[in-house]
């Protein structure tokens, strides 16, 4: 075994050339992999110098940009981008700023400015054209099932409710209106969510930025409060502090909470506490919603993350629903690298825990 004194003592005795080659071959070494990276990056990178004059440009900006870096080089942002004033933006403003850039042939990127210590500006530049498309895709195609197949519902919806105003009913009649308005409003929410976990399926885009989970609790808490309040539910949040950040998409993420949410408001009585718990390392972030609800029998712990899966529970069967919330929950969360699993009593309640990984930044 080595005496870890022995160790240093004798890493100690290297003479101080020697420790200078070792630092200037590290020093090299790294100068060559930011080389690398910034030769290779498909993100566009520029880099003014503490005079405000353009010194580095890689590949790909001068091929986003459609100049020689040649062009750029020496000249200020002003001079050298003056077609492009939220490129010239991006250099000029104090602090990391975000903007929306317009590159030649009608595409989009997203450009990251930064000031360094030495006062060099770094500005980072992606192109997201067919990102970008592919949400505007998403979103004609939400609005076409909207129009071809809620719209319908609605009216049916809508006549239902109308039958009751011309004439008495018997209570026949009236309860199997209550169905059908159950039913449709169950179709209503099925289509909505079947669009949302093709899209994600299909390999809909995530964003990809640091993330911190604690926001995106608070959203989800704050956007299911009205139902909350309606069952007189508490939701008592324990985060803690700080609590590691996870690269990630916010807005996929708020619907995985408020989609356990919701399920841990429906399936439990009024008056009870729902519990959101978030917590992590270096390595994971961990986040569970718990509740003291009808909880779920053990044989079903692993379906209820099945497409379209509702327990057998009367309770359950009762309570509007499609049987997508958990799969739209955990697919998310499995496209960001993570897991999420189930535990539960039945009648005690349950707790669905999600694990993402952490990012160093
Ligand atoms: P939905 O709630 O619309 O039925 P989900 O995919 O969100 O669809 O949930 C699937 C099933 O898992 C539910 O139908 C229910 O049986 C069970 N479930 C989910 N969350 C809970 C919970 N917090 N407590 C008890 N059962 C739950």
Known sequence: MTDPEKTTRKRRKFPDSITQTIQMTHESSLSQMYDFVFRSSDNGIMVTDANGLIEMVNPAAAGMLAVHTEELLGKTPEEALSQNPALVNLFMREGEQTLDIRLPKRRIAV?????????????VIQDVTE???????????????????RNPISA???FGELVGKYGDLNDEQRKFLMRLRQTTNKLYDVIGSLVDLAWIEAGMPLAHRPTQMSTVIDKAVNQIGTLALERHITI???????????????????IVIYNLLHNAIIYSDPESTVAIHAWGDDNDVYCSVGDRGIGIADDELDKVFDRMYRSRDERVRDTPGGGLGLTIAKTIIQRHGGDMWAASNLGLGSTFTLVLPTVRL
């Open 156 to 158: 049916i919806i809508g």
């Open 111 to 123: 450009g990251v400015g930064r000031t360094l210590t030495s006062g060099e500006r770094v500005v």
């Open 131 to 149: 990102k970008r498309e592919l949400e505007s895709r998403r979103e004609s195609l939400t609005q076409r099932m909207t129009h071809d197949l």
């Open 236 to 254: 008592a949040i324990s985060v803690q502090t700080p609590l590691p950040v996870i690269m990630g998409d916010p807005e996929r993420l708020q």
